[in-house]
């Protein structure tokens, strides 16, 4: 009895971590970049990407792609990782709305 249990939890354990996992349903073009901007990064970054002294003028910074993806990835400093809350496919979109925000 006590083995089916545990065996169970086991069943459960990696079912709930298989879903953790995966992506959010909807390709890459459903995903809307400013839409996970305003609702995840506007609190810090300001609905535009400029806020206060806080944080970096991110119609300006001087970074590239790769770098943006990887502080929104494993975060920098105070600004915290996002690998456990967004999907490849979310940052992905959100480092071209930061870069898109360059070409202005
Ligand atoms: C809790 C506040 C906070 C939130 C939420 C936040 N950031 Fe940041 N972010 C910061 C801070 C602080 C920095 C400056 C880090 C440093 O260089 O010291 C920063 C830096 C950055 C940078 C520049 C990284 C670099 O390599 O210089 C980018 C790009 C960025 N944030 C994008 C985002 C995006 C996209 C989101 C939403 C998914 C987000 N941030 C959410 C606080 C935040």
Avoid: E, Y
Wanted: with cysteine; proline share 3%.
């Amino acid at each position: 009895m006590r083995k089916a249990a545990i065996a169970t939890l086991a069943i459960l354990f990696v079912i709930a971590s298989c879903t953790k996992k995966s992506a959010p349903a909807g390709g890459t073009a459903s995903i809307d970049g400013a839409a996970i901007f305003s609702k995840h990064c506007a609190r810090c970054h300001g609905a535009q990407g400029v806020k206060d002294s806080r944080t970096p003028n991110l119609q300006t910074i001087a970074i590239s792609r790769d770098q943006m993806i990887n502080s929104i990835t494993n975060g920098k400093d105070h600004m915290p990782a996002w690998k456990d809350k967004l999907s490849t496919a979310q940052i992905s979109a959100l480092a071209d709305l930061i870069a898109g925000w360059h070409k202005k």
